[in-house]
């Protein structure tokens, strides 16, 4: 309650006066990048979102580098645009940033990522429960396996970002406590399809032929590139080594579909919608939202016609 009065206090007088004026409120976007599918389609429905809503996006791609996302923030201030929407590439050193927009009375919300800075340097935050999605994918694993001995290997995500630390964290929150599921190997893949092939190619070559069970990726991205590892080691991707990974992509359905994948616990790109109806409410009468809107997660698995999933979500812009 506290950081919503002070930031009330910040940001209400700027937010009094745009609900007075008729026109299109202007928004910054520092997107990470397109590192996955699913970070192309929450680039593509974001961009959707606004035109629905007639504002005026200023898009800026960071090609993954966070020097590239500051410089767009501060960009976005200079040029002072009404909001910044910021996926951020990792979590730590957002504060001079961050307080350099607070200042300029420009409301920051953070999309599918967090940081680690005061709550009150930023609006709100709209995401998933990582933490959560990571468990889904373990207690999956727990369920399919049972009392068998399972050597798994893990794709992390980027060194550093929220999803990487949190999915990890409840991956191994959903396997605590069944000691015959163990974590052999964990090296990040940096999100994307060829560090996952390449990782998962290290992997085959570093454990005994035959003696992973299963393979936990921190995105459908990573697991699709590792399912190509699999397969060029002569291996059957989702039965010799299962498959459960995260986001719910298209081409992981597709894997679904072919046997080659066996679960994905769904992110939801759409986070601009929630991320513009907070601003919308805050531009019109200074209503301060939660600090966090928390998106749905679903588990989904082959029993679930991922044939069928896959041609509803083709055309999302993944």
Same mark, same amino acid.
């Given at each position: ?212 069970? /299963? +393979?936990? #990726?921190?995105?459908? &991205?990573?697991? @699709? ?6 397969? *060029?080691?002569? $291996? ?41 109806? /907070? +601003?919308? #409410?805050?531009?019109? &009468?200074?209503? @301060? ?6 998106? *749905?997660?679903? $588990? ?19």
């Amino acid at each position: 309650m506290i950081r919503k009065l002070t930031l009330g206090a910040s940001l209400l007088a700027s937010a009094c006066l745009m609900s007075s004026a008729a026109f299109a409120q202007t928004v910054g976007f520092s997107q990470i990048g397109s590192e996955s599918g699913w970070r192309a389609a929450e680039t593509t429905l974001t961009r959707m979102e606004a035109e629905k809503r007639s504002i005026d996006l200023k898009f800026a791609d960071a090609q993954q580098k966070q020097e590239n996302q500051i410089r767009a923030v501060r960009s976005f201030i200079a040029q002072g645009v009404d909001a910044i929407l910021l996926a951020p590439v990792v979590a730590t050193g957002w504060d001079d940033v961050l307080e350099e927009a607070k200042e300029a009375e420009i409301p920051v919300v953070l999309l599918d990522r967090m940081v680690d800075s005061s709550k009150d340097l930023y609006l709100t935050a709209v995401g998933s429960d990582l933490v959560h999605e990571g468990r889904v994918a373990g207690e999956w694993l727990v369920g399919e396996v049972g009392d068998a001995d399972c050597n798994v290997v893990e794709l992390q995500g980027t060194t550093g970002s929220s999803p990487a630390i949190d999915r990890k964290k409840g991956f191994e929150e959903g396997i605590a406590g069944h000691d015959n599921i163990k974590i052999v190997r964990s090296q990040t893949g940096d999100f994307t399809r060829a560090k996952g092939k390449e990782v998962m190619e290290s992997f085959l070559k570093a454990e005994a032929p035959g003696s992973i069970c /299963a +393979l936990y #990726a921190h995105n459908d &991205d990573m697991a @699709v590139g590792a399912i190509q590892a699999i397969k *060029e080691a002569g $291996l059957k991707p989702g039965e010799d080594i299962k498959v459960v990974s995260i986001d719910a992509v298209p081409d992981i359905f597709q894997a679904m579909a072919a046997g080659e994948a066996n679960a994905t616990v769904e992110l939801t790109p759409n986070m601009a919608g929630p991320a513009f109806d /907070a +601003l919308a #409410a805050f531009w019109n &009468d200074g209503t @301060v939202p939660p600090d966090f809107i928390q998106t *749905e997660s679903k $588990l989904y698995t082959q029993a679930d016609d991922p044939q069928a999933i896959y041609e509803q979500k083709k055309d999302l812009g993944y």
